[in-house]
């Protein structure tokens, strides 16, 4: 997707550690009507499979999730990183490793939210080394709905989530792969 590619180059500042932060138009302020963009261009990638709902993970999935929903017209559930009291009766659950904090924790969701007659489309920020993704992936297939496909705003393609979520057969697709950023110099596939 060539504006968010442009809007990568523009904004985003590479960190040590394969870090990419996108602080100032995804994932804490958030531009709108880029988000807006992407939301259509998730629709033109998975508009023909009758998706009944998105699901993602808590923080900054949400934005981007409800914000392409509307062109879905379907709703958003958003696994959740921590226990509270409101949730309850049967929780599906899955463990992380968050790539950006370093420590593990499970991925939560109230089952009586996802049907096993769902079409879900996962929608994420980032994939790195694909654990908060294929976490996702293991909640829906517990709860017997079908992932019909996963769409990734950044995919780092140096790293492994890419080729391990491909492998699981997830049909995933992503608006910006990153070949390299070595030296702060980023470089996406084709
Ligand atoms: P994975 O589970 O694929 O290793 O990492 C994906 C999750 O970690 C995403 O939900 C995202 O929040 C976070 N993440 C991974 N890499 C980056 C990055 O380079 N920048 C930012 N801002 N978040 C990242």
Redesign the pocket.
């Known amino acids: 997707m060539e504006l968010l590619k442009q809007r990568i180059i523009k904004d985003a500042i590479v960190r040590g550690g ?5 602080d100032s138009f995804l ?1 804490h302020q958030l531009d709108i009507s880029l988000l807006n963009e992407i939301g259509k261009e998730f629709y033109k990638l998975f508009g023909d499979l009758n998706i009944t709902r998105i699901f993602t ?1 808590e923080a ?2 949400i934005a981007i999730a409800s914000i392409a929903a509307q062109y879905f017209n379907v709703p958003v559930v958003f696994a959740k990183k921590a226990f509270s009291k409101n949730l309850e009766g049967e929780i599906l659950k899955s463990p ?1 490793t ?3 904090k370093g420590t593990s924790y499970d991925v939560m969701v109230e089952a009586k939210f996802l049907h096993t007659d769902d079409r879900i489309l996962i929608i ?10 294929l976490a996702l992936a293991d909640i829906v297939k517990q709860s017997g709905a079908t992932l019909s496909g996963a769409g990734i705003v950044i995919e ?1 393609g140096f790293q492994e ?1 890419g080729k391990l979520v491909r492998s699981e057969g997830i049909n995933l697709k992503s608006l910006a792969v990153i070949k390299s950023m070595d030296e702060g110099k980023i470089v996406f596939s084709e």
């Open positions: 394969n870090v990419l932060k996108v994932n993970i900054s999935g992380v968050s790539f950006t994420d920020d980032f994939l790195a080394k694909g654990s908060a993704l780092k989530g």
